[in-house]
């Protein structure tokens, strides 16, 4: 074991973040820490790395073992190189490749004993040396610094010209070098494209030590995690396997919750409804069975009702009108920013319905090609237009859209000024803002808070074409989960792009690929885009000599035959299953309502013979008082001897009815 949580609880003030929360780690075990934003993930990593005390409970890191922790805004030293800043972690190294050479400098004039003594000193620093990696460490680094995406011309550059997202990149590049028994991180994927990330989570799967992860990837997660420690109210579960196995597993936990807590309720209100009724008979016994049954429901153990994290968020994007068949058409677009450029020649045409994402590394141009199309900067070359009846709604990851001086309400209010409070406050309500939240100023908004805004400005337009600039930046798990959602039972057209592999899989009908100036595009989500990815390149780059638009386009046709073509078998399979369950779920549906049709019919006989025994039983106290009849002794025996048949019998139909009312 490298590390134990043992009962740890912390709270700021009132607000209470952690709750005996206890997990391990064992050697080699990667494990993500998964919750929604605010849940305490962040203050959980602290309090493991030592920077922050529990308010109760224990953690442990074994003796002898080291930890690298790396913070969301991971500290470098900006007097360095980016280089020279992943050289510091090798100091050790380079130390002893400094004292090696004096050795052997000293070797050259030394003579007798001291000859000798240098040749053992010589013999251990090597051992050392090699035992460490020395003769290999700088190209490890250099291999780091390609994964993370730093180019080899930026190696030299200082690390104080640097934007936040690129220290961070140089943070995560050192801690990797470090090499400690247990790596721990805070949203490392944050500042990675694809290609970073791929290559991170393929060292993190090879890593010798353990891993803690802290990230709302959950593409990632799939790919590294083995164990998942959940956050949620306080509490801490741990689940095995990666997040889809937690997915499942959380999901069937939260079903059998609510459908013990929602049989329960029905067992309580049904119960209090057979009590009402027995005692309504108000018959000696009757009274007697209400009153057991009343001390067997006083000593049940009620269960809380479960509660599901943002169920009150709920998104729907529904367009006002319907466009036209051409939504967009792109033709031999290009843009240069200076002497760098970013595409040209692009030529793609996006239909009615079509979910489209862009893909491609960081500072290739996919932001760019949203503002052109959203008119916020010019193309260079080459033309774009809308299809007929199109309206976009536009979603940037700047938030542009947002005005930073005015509170949610007026953001809201000023745009949209048909609304009334009622609306208004419903809306933001929606989006998870409520009482005083509304009057937030923009400004004092974090990114979270402001894509939940220009989400619900997206939401109230009357837009049929959707672009969206990384809308899934800085929203956790389960806000993803809600977008998709909502995407997915979208009407109108989509295109965005995103870094979000496993928000690509679950809403992208195609994709386009922007590498080497040029935009490849495949029909399918992104796991058919790695699926055939190697198989186009390699078409593309074998037939380099045809680079006309013409060779591009049957490359792409060719790409989205096998996509369709697969589409269409899976649908023809799913169709026949389907069509056998919906068959067995039908009869078993009839064979139900026949079941509780028939116990309804018998417990409405059985309260109707009741009745009639009661009014008759009640009909002859009335005859057995009055004075006539009371002279009469063969018909007081009588009337007894069928009150005493009576009283048998309603006994028998109490019985009866309590069964058939459970």
């Not at 090699?130 to 003769?135: K, R, T």
């Not at 690390?159 to 805070?186: E, F, N, Y």
């Not at 590498?515 to 037939?543: C, H, P, Q, W």
């Not at 989205?560 to 039908?586: F, H, L, P, Y």
Request: proline share 2%; hydrophobic share 35%.
């Amino acid at each position: 074991m490298v590390l134990s949580c043992h009962n740890v609880s912390k709270a700021f003030l009132e607000n209470k973040v952690l709750e005996n929360v206890s997990f391990h780690i064992e050697d080699y075990e990667k494990a993500a820490i998964v919750g929604i934003n605010g849940a305490g993930k962040t203050t959980l990593l602290r309090i493991l790395v030592g920077e922050m005390a529990p308010d109760d409970g224990i953690v442990t890191l074994s003796r002898g073992k080291s930890f690298g922790y790396l913070a969301q805004d991971g500290a470098v030293d900006t007097a360095n190189t980016i280089y020279e800043e992943l050289l510091s972690v090798k100091q050790e190294m380079i130390d002893l490749e400094r004292r090696i050479r004096e050795c052997e400098l000293s070797m050259q004039s030394a003579e007798g004993g001291a000859l000798e003594g240098l040749m053992k000193q010589y013999a251990a620093l090597t051992h050392a040396f090699e035992a460490g990696d020395g003769y290999s460490y700088k190209g490890e680094i250099t291999g780091v610094l390609r994964g993370l995406g730093f180019a080899e011309e930026e190696f030299g550059k200082s690390v104080s010209t640097l934007s936040g997202g690129q220290k961070t990149r140089v943070a995560l590049g050192k801690l990797l070098l470090q090499k400690p028994d247990l790596i721990i991180l805070d949203e490392p994927t944050n500042h990675l494209d694809m290609n970073s990330i791929a290559w991170l989570e393929t060292y993190l799967m090879n890593y010798k030590g353990a891993v803690v992860i802290v990230s709302h990837d959950r593409y990632f997660l799939n790919r590294i995690a083995t164990k998942i420690i959940e956050i949620d109210q306080t509490k801490s579960t741990v689940f095995s396997g990666n997040y889809s196995d937690y997915a499942v597993k959380k999901e069937q936990l939260r079903a059998a919750a609510m459908t013990a807590y929602l049989n329960q309720q029905r067992e309580i209100r049904h119960q209090e409804e057979v009590i009402e009724k027995l005692r309504s008979f108000n018959r000696e016994k009757s009274i007697r069975r209400a009153e057991s049954r009343e001390k067997l429901l006083e000593k049940m153990e009620v269960l809380e009702k479960p509660t599901e994290a943002r169920t009150d968020m709920r998104i729907k994007l529904t367009p006002r009108k319907q466009s036209g068949n051409d939504v967009l058409t792109v033709e031999e677009l290009g843009k240069s920013f200076g002497p760098q450029l970013l595409f040209e020649h692009v030529n793609f045409e996006i239909k009615r319905g079509e979910h489209v994402a862009v893909i491609g590394d960081n500072g290739t141009g996919k932001t760019t090609l949203l503002k052109i199309l959203n008119q916020v900067l010019p193309a260079d070359s080459g033309r774009f237009r809308l299809g007929m009846n199109v309206e976009i709604g536009y979603y940037d990851q700047e938030h542009h859209v947002l005005h930073g001086e005015k509170t949610l309400f007026e953001e809201i209010s000023d745009d949209y000024p048909h609304l009334t409070n009622t609306e208004i406050r419903n809306l933001l309500a929606a989006f998870l803002f409520t009482g005083d939240d509304v009057f937030k100023r923009i400004n004092d908004l974090s990114g979270g808070e402001r894509g939940r805004v220009s989400l619900a400005k997206l939401m109230l337009g009357s837009a049929n074409f959707l672009i969206l600039d990384e809308p899934t930046n800085h929203l956790d798990i389960m806000s993803k989960e809600i977008l998709e959602d909502a995407l997915n039972s979208y009407e109108g057209t989509v295109l965005y792009v995103s870094h979000d592999r496993y928000f690509i899989n679950r809403t992208a009908h195609r994709i386009l690929d922007l590498t080497a100036y040029r935009f490849v595009n495949y029909i399918g989500n992104y796991d058919y885009y790695l699926e055939k990815k190697d198989d186009v390149m390699a078409a593309i780059s074998a037939s380099t000599a045809d680079t006309s638009p013409a060779f591009r386009q049957a490359d792409v046709k060719s790409a989205s035959v096998d996509g369709q073509r697969a589409c269409s078998e899976k649908a023809s399979r799913t169709a026949v299953s389907e069509d056998s369950d919906a068959k067995q779920n039908w009869l078993a549906k009839k064979e139900e309502q026949a079941r509780i049709r028939k116990r309804e019919n018998d417990l409405k006989k059985c309260e109707e013979q009741i009745a009639r025994l009661e009014a008759r039983d009640a009909e002859i106290n009335n005859l057995m008082s009055d004075p006539s009849i009371g002279t009469q002794a063969a018909r007081l025996q009588e009337l007894a001897t069928e009150q005493a048949s009576i009283q048998t019998e309603l006994t028998s139909l109490y019985e009866e009815w309590e069964t058939l009312a459970e």
